[in-house]
């Protein structure tokens, strides 16, 4: 890895027609990946034709002149175990894909044919223009894309940055639209803007000359490149863009202050960073920090500050502040404070605390010197975006190295920060009196004004906060500079073993050991998985509020510390889920810092008076309620997955019925329930990494020693997971919610599952992924892009404890679930047909599908830790499952997937309909209902209409709890006979 980090120039070509390429040979590539990006985008739309540059990267995957069928490469991708995605930007386009490393030259000689002879056919165009619009659709509600929208809508629209990209069917209607996409092809996309990175298992010469042989089909039509093109045009910002107070109405019940500044591109200074002292001290979370000083003035919740860069014309520097009841109404004194800290800032020059800098130029530095290997899509793509705009040497490593520290460069950055070059946004309930302007089309409510003069004069001359208010972070302790040095012989030598050993057992619980060393540098997560039943933790509903409020107040009054351990890329998760009575503990660090960073965060915990914190409890429980009400206001398909668990698990409860628990929770109560909290607990304690056997027992010792030191010994038959519901043979469980009048959601959404096997055996799994990858591509192809029934088609295998399944999702701003749902049906009857005319040889390159990804290797630590810990926390202890799901694979036949395709949608059809309903559709729902239901009746089905209510979980039946089931049998093994015991 460091090999190709390090030598990254000699894998860099140029190719005859322009095209920049890097080669990146991996003899560990279990696949093969190529992203190509190209400098056109958004800032290439014509005026009037918003969207069109996002419309062409739609249909260039819509049949080419050599391949007609719309489906030929998601065809050959899903055969051959691979993905594809394409993303628009201000000025660039993405398109990439992997697939197994033996279908790369054909995959790449497909992808090519793209931007060689496209086809932008008349009735594919018509099609995809509703796939645009569903789109659009369905991101009209997410409050970040409208704040986007509308800032961009507020600065100079004679720079071609700025616009409106998304497209949607008001935008992109006009007459021989496939004509137009075609022009805007022919004029934006030219190989001398293409940059592309081709990475596999294979030799660097085999790449190259598989990637040339195709790439340099593509012609050159030496177009300049985007910051040639602007020149000709005014920035996008200045001082008439700027001053301006927004007062926004969001899509929720969030209460957000937000200042943005615009300026000049801040991209070429990758090196120095000039920007990264203030972007780091004003999101800073530790002792003294800005967060701290709003916290106890009860402003707010959270600060986040950020910078993005609209690549080649300027960036954005943003600070979001996250405002609590009192914070809203007093959101001016807020603003007042950051300028007042903003002020401290440029008081004091920035070489006074050279350690701030040094500490985030080390940690960047460390963080890619020990850099893990990622996904494949996510390399490549992240490479051949930063080839369009950094030097060779420095594409791997932008983001991560500072060459530069300049301390003059610094200070000069903090003096643009200044509220008469800033935009104000506060969005807020509050605002919908004074909101008369709606931003089309996205629908956004808001009221811009100068920023009154009183205001501006108070944001000019502000108060700086006192050094015992807000002042600069200490030192950091748990920097780990002595990284560096090498690791201690015990540790390097130390047998690797094929799986986790239990080490130890307690009364309250047993700990388990892997050494791994896969990200060369020694990493260690940790991981408890917790069991309690205190408090009717998993069974009530007011348990479950008290167990979630418990984490979020640990996690406030401990914020300050957990943040400078986040600094040194030290991890904090702690969550007690909807889920059972189980929650979760995980710290991922340098193994230097595990032990003692644990202990400290134990001893913390312990040490909480929680009767001295009942601001904190408040805070977080108003918090909470925001959270359990903007709920119903999120996208359906963000909501989808409540519903679908409510539905379909046992124990798994709805925001309508923690929100009366939650409301009703008193100070006095949380308190009752605290000091009876963690006193019937078991554990499974898993250390994985560089971390030694001692320390690992040590962890668990002082777990105990801490936090459980009062607590007794909770029964493995006491442990409670989510049992999954019997759905009766002939029959479809229907969950129907109708979204609000009020609510602007145009689309609704169906979720259909059908329940498979029981007991699941390896086969059973294998046969159904390769079921599911037969459907996958075809379902896409047959329900989205020809049918066109909605931007978002998703069909993929589930699993839930011991019983298999296949869903269907579809959101749709088109039809109603109940017309979505007959549509399904008629797909799945035809794909049991189709299923029948493939051939042997189409179907064993499924079967490959299936291989190529279960080769997929561990490629860092945490894949492989997330991979043992789930056999372990779930008592399956099949380390090797993918390697028995591979030997299986070559066992599957043709007829074991008929069957069970049979078995699931039409013989057992043991069914769930979950349906979302926007107000739109409601009519046609009803309507359709009526009919399915003659429909399914002829077919002997019963309809039975379910909600996720307690009255109505009482009346169906759900499978035994075989996790707790296999723990128990687990536990007696181990207590067999004393010769067996473990102590």
Same mark, same amino acid.
């Given at each position: ?45 014509? *005026? ?46 993405? !398109? ?70 998304? @497209? ?170 950051? !300028? ?13 605390? $050279? ?123 748990? *920097? ?18 094929? $799986? ?156 309508? +019925? ?32 560089? +971390? ?80 599911? *990858? ?99 926390? +779930? ?26 395709? @049979? ?34 009746? @002829? ?45």
């Amino acid at each position: 890895r460091r090999q190709r980090q390090m030598c990254i120039r000699d894998r860099y070509k140029e190719l005859s027609n322009q095209i920049k390429v890097i080669y990146v040979h991996d003899t560990e590539a279990t696949k093969a990946a190529v992203s190509l990006t190209v400098a056109a985008g958004i800032m290439n739309d014509p *005026i009037d034709c918003p969207g069109l540059a996002h419309f062409c990267e739609h249909m260039l995957f819509m049949g080419t002149e050599e391949h007609p069928s719309e489906n030929t490469f998601d065809e050959w991708l899903s055969k051959n175990g691979g993905e594809n995605n394409a993303e628009t930007e201000e000025a660039f386009t993405h !398109f990439y894909f992997d697939c197994g490393p033996h279908a790369l030259h054909e995959s790449l000689s497909l992808f090519c044919e793209f931007f060689v002879h496209p086809l932008f056919s008349e009735s594919a165009t018509a099609r995809e223009l509703q796939a645009i619009d569903s789109e659009f659709a369905a991101g009209k509600k997410k409050g970040s894309r409208r704040l986007y929208a509308l800032s961009y809508e507020n600065l100079n629209k004679k720079n071609p940055l700025v616009k409106d990209g998304q @497209g949607s069917k008001d935008t992109l209607s006009g007459p021989k639209m496939h004509e137009r996409v075609k022009e805007f092809f022919n004029k934006c996309y030219s190989a001398n803007l293409m940059t592309a990175v081709i990475y596999g298992p294979q030799k660097i010469t085999e790449l190259e000359s598989t990637a040339q042989l195709v790439l340099e089909k593509i012609p050159n039509k030496k177009l300049p490149r985007p910051e040639i093109q602007l020149l000709d045009f005014p920035p996008a910002y200045g001082k008439e863009y700027s001053g301006r107070l927004f007062k926004v109405v969001p899509t929720n019940k969030t209460k957000k202050l937000i200042v943005q500044w615009h300026m000049e591109c801040m991209a070429p200074a990758f090196l120095s960073k000039p920007y990264s002292y203030a972007l780091e001290l004003l999101g800073h979370e530790g002792p003294n920090s800005f967060l701290s000083y709003l916290k106890s003035k009860h402003w707010a919740t959270k600060v986040v500050s950020s910078i993005s860069h609209t690549c080649p014309g300027f960036s954005t520097f943003e600070i979001t502040i996250k405002l609590t009841d009192k914070g809203e109404l007093e959101w001016e004194s807020v603003a007042a404070s950051l !300028f007042g800290y903003l002020k401290m800032l440029r008081t004091v020059s920035s070489v006074n605390f $050279k350690y701030i800098v040094d500490e985030y130029t080390f940690m960047s530095n460390l963080n890619f010197v020990y850099k893990g290997k990622e996904n494949y899509l996510d390399y490549v793509l992240d490479i051949s975006q930063n080839m369009q705009l950094y030097p060779p040497e420095n594409v791997l490593n932008y983001g991560y190295i500072y060459s530069i520290t300049s301390f003059e460069l610094i200070d000069k950055f903090n003096m643009t920060l200044l509220p008469e070059l800033a935009d104000i946004y506060l969005l807020s309930n509050r605002n919908k009196s004074s909101a008369k302007k709606i931003h089309k089309p996205w629908g956004t409510k808001y009221s811009i004004v100068p920023i009154p003069e009183a205001l501006m004069n108070k944001l000019k001359s502000p108060t700086i906060p006192l050094p015992s208010e807000c002042d600069f972070p200490p030192k950091n302790d748990f *920097i780990p500079y002595a990284l560096f040095s090498p690791p201690p012989k015990s540790i390097v030598s130390a047998p690797g073993k094929v $799986k986790p050993e239990l080490i130890s057992t307690s009364p309250l619980g047993e700990t388990w050991y892997y050494y791994d060393n896969i990200d060369e540098i020694s990493k260690t997560i940790i991981s408890y998985k917790i069991y309690c039943n205190d408090c009717n933790y998993g069974t009530t509903p007011e348990g479950m509020v008290f167990a979630i409020l418990f984490g979020r107040v640990v996690y406030d009054l401990l914020n300050e510390f957990l943040y400078m351990g986040k600094l040194a890329k030290i991890s904090t998760f702690m969550d007690f889920f909807n889920k059972g009575n189980w929650g979760l503990i995980q710290i991922k660090c340098f193994t230097s810092s595990a032990v003692a960073f644990l202990q400290a965060f134990f001893q913390r915990i312990a040490e909480i008076e929680i009767e001295k914190h009942e601001g904190v409890f408040t805070k977080q429980k108003e918090d909470y309620i925001l959270s359990l009400e903007n709920f119903s206001l999120k996208e359906i398909n963000e909501q989808m997955y409540d519903y679908f668990r409510s539905v379909s698990l046992s124990n798994f409860y709805l925001p309508e +019925a923690l929100l009366p628990a939650t409301e009703a929770l008193t100070y006095e109560r949380f308190i009752i329930l605290w000091k009876q909290w963690l006193k019937h607990i078991r554990y499974s304690l898993y250390v994985h990494g560089t +971390a030694t056997p001692d320390d690992a027992i040590l962890l668990s010792q002082s777990f105990e020693k801490t936090l459980l030191k009062d607590s007794y010994p909770l029964k493995p038959t006491e442990i409670t997971e989510q049992k999954s519901l019997i759905i009766p043979e002939k029959t479809t469980y229907i969950f129907h919610k109708t979204c609000p009048q009020d609510e602007e959601e145009e689309n609704s959404l169906l979720v259909t599952y059908f329940q498979g096997p029981i007991r699941k055996t390896i086969k059973e799994c294998v046969v159904m992924e390769t079921l599911s *990858i037969c459907m996958e591509e075809r379902g896409f192809n047959i329900l989205r892009t020809k049918e066109q029934l909605g931007y978002f088609v998703e069909i993929r295998g589930f699993s839930h404890q011991e019983i298999l399944g296949l869903l269907v999702f579809i959101e749709s701003n088109r039809f109603s679930p109940e017309v979505l749902a007959t549509r399904v049906d008629a797909f799945l009857k035809d794909t049991i047909e189709a299923l029948h005319k493939i051939t042997i040889e189409e179907f064993k390159k499924y079967i490959e599908s299936v291989k190529v990804r279960l080769k997929e290797k561990d490629i860092k630590l945490k894949v492989r830790q997330q991979r043992f810990a789930k056999e372990i926390f +779930a008592s399956h202890f099949e380390y090797d499952r993918k390697l028995k799901c591979l030997q299986e694979a070559d066992l599957v036949t043709k007829e074991d997937v008929l069957i069970l395709a @049979g078995n699931l949608f039409a013989t057992k059809y043991q069914r769930i309909n979950l349906q979302i309903v926007s107000s739109k559709h409601e009519t046609e729902n009803s309507k359709q209902r009526e009919a399915s239901q003659k429909i399914e009746e @002829g077919r002997g089905v019963k309809r039975i209409l379910l909600d996720p209510g307690e009255e109505s979980k009482r009346k169906v039946a759900y499978f035994p709890d075989f996790c707790k089931e296999r723990y128990v049998a687990f536990f007696q093994s181990l207590y067999k006979g004393t010769s067996q015991q473990i102590t």
